[in-house]
């Protein structure tokens, strides 16, 4: 048998392909494998699939100019063969995605509370090695939509990441949500065909806003608490590098000496948890359908490098029936006032893929690629799921072999017996395929556990086959009134009015009347009569039979109480025009870059823009190209000849109508509060006789442009409160 990193010949065949680490995984492992199957065609010659030289690859092999085409035409037939093959089926769920390359990295001194070190949680080593980087994947996407649908459409978002450890694959495929709508995996298809465009015209595209949804969802109770974190603006998140993940779960660690405890995994993102609001969201889908997935890229090509710190919920096995609810249940957390969140170690995403398709289409993720130091717990959603990915990408691949694709492939050894099938990427060689074996002397040969080996959680399992539930998971409706609880008014709000549109577009009454009576009066009595008055449904006159006899709250759960201190990676419009003040826009400017924002030049044309000084600023974008739902705050320099003709410009005025109206911060300097004053930001006193800065709800002035500094910082902090929830943005015209 070879080692971990030989390169010999044995009789029982060569180091697997998948061995490009030499024995060691780091952080580049897995480009430096994926480096090998890389093609560049830059100066380099046209040539067949089977490497002929071509002459000719705009026209075909004809019986003269205008006669038939010939079949013999081989270059021909393989090109058009390899276009009309060269898509694979979309994901039936997930299809709308998008990936980065990265590492993760444990923390030197995590804070696990009553263990002193995560070994003596899991033996799990890429978990413990505060030097060692391991390269990892990571998939965002959409869960209802097509392929082609839009990235900020109301909905889960998935988080999948790809561990290429030492000791194999590990993916951790979740969520951005920590519970799921059903409990049961036997659930799962009628919940997709539910949430789906209805089946008889195909409408609506990636939207849950319909009947055959919530007519599914109103009878299922057990969908509530769900239903919570799916109207909030959990489902419209800002971008990618602003959102948590979670893997919704309960799993185990299981450490060296067998000992298991339970586990749930969380990313926390570092730029902190931030949403769009829901206006917004349907003209970005219009403006730019592909916001997320460029924002991600755009941050990377950038240099910025977006990160994630992974924490865990602990809990002793024994302690387990302490909880009002079952561990088991994926419709439920583990709130963060009873057991907190403990960091181990970040991820970083720092290089985007080289090829969409063959990275992140092919990319195949699977719960049940574990490795040493991982297990499972019989929550019956993810038993589910264990059978479930496997048989998927067999459908979606038609070939088992899907694992040998480069993006898939392990940056360890792989020996097996497995040698045929579609598109088989290795040549196995030897003469043995099969155990036991005297002809390849029994290799591959089988590990101990105390040698890597993965062996499972020796759980002791007593009862009889059933179809049944456990009563522990009857109760559908606390979790669901704590969400509703630790929310402020203006995410209740906020929940209210996405009830609104979601059940406004159900033409069923009987249908909104049971979510209405039957869910969400269980929940809040309050909230079920907010909802009610907005959809036409007779409100209760009493709270349910169900509701939950508490007011517990989780200021974890409030997105407001997520909102970090940075303006990393923030992007802000400057509106200029001929005539503009250098200083000012070079002192915001340079103030926003080094906050680590990023700053776009926004001009009614692009080319160059002439400040009043002479000097000349080159416009990023134009009124045409760009609008104010793609970015996150704006800027107005003063400068008489630039706001004179910015007062004329309708698109001008609408940008910041837009932007207050969206909540966004806003700040003007000299003249450039003439343009405030032209819009009429509702409550806003625009004075150009005030001295100083001045802020109101997210709008920072500075009438007379004389502590342009001061406006500058004021307007960073403005920025990083990300919205300015205060505002009453119903008069605006935008």
């Keep these: 048998m070879t080692d971990g990193g030989s390169d010999d010949e044995t009789e029982s065949g060569q180091t697997g392909t998948s061995d490009d680490a030499g024995g060691e995984v780091d952080g580049e492992s897995k480009q430096d494998q994926l480096e090998e199957v890389r093609e560049n065609p830059e100066g380099e010659q046209l040539t067949s699939d089977h490497g002929v030289k071509i002459t000719d690859t705009d026209n075909s092999l004809k019986a003269s100019e205008r006669g038939p085409t010939i079949m013999e035409d081989f270059h021909f037939r393989e090109k058009m063969t390899q276009f009309d093959h060269e898509s694979i089926p979309e994901r039936v769920v997930h299809a709308r995605g998008t990936g980065a390359h990265g590492y993760y990295q444990p923390y030197e001194d995590p804070d696990l509370g009553e263990y002193d070190d995560i070994s003596e949680l899991t033996k799990a080593s890429f978990l413990q090695d505060s030097d060692r980087k391991t390269p990892v994947f990571t998939r965002f996407s959409t869960v209802v939509g097509s392929r082609g649908s839009a990235d900020t459409v109301r909905d889960v978002r998935g988080f999948a990441t790809k561990f290429y450890t030492e000791e194999g694959n590990w993916d951790l495929v979740g969520n951005n949500m920590p519970v799921f709508f059903i409990q049961d995996a036997m659930e799962f298809p009628d919940l997709v065909h539910a949430i789906k465009s209805e089946p008889d015209d195909a409408i609506p595209q990636a939207a849950s806003a319909h009947d055959t949804f919530w007519d599914f969802a109103s009878l299922k109770p057990e969908i509530t608490h769900m239903l919570m974190w799916l109207l909030s603006g959990r489902a419209l998140p800002r971008s990618f590098r602003m959102m948590q993940g979670f893997g919704v779960h309960t799993f185990r660690f299981v450490n060296e000496d067998g000992e298991s405890v339970f586990v749930k995994f969380h990313w926390e993102p570092k730029l902190g948890t931030n949403q769009l609001v829901w206006d917004e969201t349907q003209k970005i889908a219009g403006k730019n359908p592909d916001f997320n997935r460029e924002g991600l890229y755009e941050v990377i090509d950038e240099g910025y490098e977006p990160e994630w710190e992974l924490g865990v919920q602990i809990v002793e096995e024994d302690e387990a029936d302490q909880f009002d609810f079952d561990l088991l249940d994926p419709t439920k957390i583990i709130p963060e006032t009873e057991v907190p969140v403990r960091p181990i170690g970040k991820m970083v995403l720092n290089e985007r893929p080289d090829n969409f398709f063959a990275e992140v289409e092919q990319v195949a993720f699977h719960p049940g690629n574990v490795v040493p130091g991982i297990d499972f717990t019989n929550d019956p959603l993810l038993q589910g799921r264990l059978f479930s990915y496997q048989d998927t990408q067999l459908n979606r691949f038609n070939s088992a072999n899907w694992d040998e694709i480069p993006i898939n492939r392990p940056v360890t050894e792989r020996h097996n017996n497995q040698r045929a099938g579609f598109m088989r990427q290795e040549i196995n060689t030897g003469k043995a ?185 080159d416009a990023d974008e134009s009124h045409g190209t760009t609008e104010s739902v793609l970015f996150d705050a704006v800027y107005v320099p003063g400068g008489e000849g630039s706001v004179d003709a910015l007062v004329e410009q309708g698109t001008a005025k609408h940008f910041v109508a837009e932007m207050f109206k969206h909540k966004k911060p806003i700040a003007a300097a000299g003249e450039g509060t003439e343009l405030l004053e032209a819009v009429e930001l509702p409550g806003i006193n625009v004075a150009n006789d005030r001295e100083g800065v001045v802020t109101d709800r997210g709008v920072v002035m500075a009438p007379n442009g004389a502590d342009l500094e001061g406006a500058s910082e004021a307007f960073v902090d403005a920025i990083a409160a990300h919205r300015h929830w205060d505002r009453d943005p119903k008069e605006v015209g935008a």
């Design 433 to 617: 395929s099969y155990k036991p074996n005297s002809i390849g002397d029994d290799y591959p040969e089988e590990v101990p556990e105390e040698e890597g080996g993965y062996e499972h959680f020796a759980e002791k399992i007593d009862g009889r086959k059933i179809r049944n539930r456990s009563e522990s998971f009857e109760e559908h409706f606390s979790q669901a009134r704590l969400f509703w609880n630790s929310m402020t008014e203006t995410e209740k709000q906020n929940i209210v009015e996405a009830a609104h549109f979601e059940l406004g577009k159900v033409d069923r009454m009987e249908i909104r009347e049971r979510t209405v009576y039957d869910l969400f009066n269980n929940v809040d009595h309050e909230f079920a009569t907010r909802v009610a008055e907005g959809i036409g449904v007779e409100p209760p006159e009493e709270p349910g039979d169900e509701i939950p006899d508490h007011d517990d709250e989780d200021p974890s759960l409030s997105m407001l109480n997520r909102t970090r201190d940075t303006i990393e990676t923030r992007k802000v419009a400057v509106l200029v025009d001929d005539g503009y003040d250098a200083d000012h826009l070079e002192t915001i400017q340079s103030t926003l870059e080094d906050e680590g924002a990023r700053v776009e030049i926004v001009s009614k044309l692009l080319g160059d823009v002439e400040a009043a000084n002479g000097e000349t600023v």
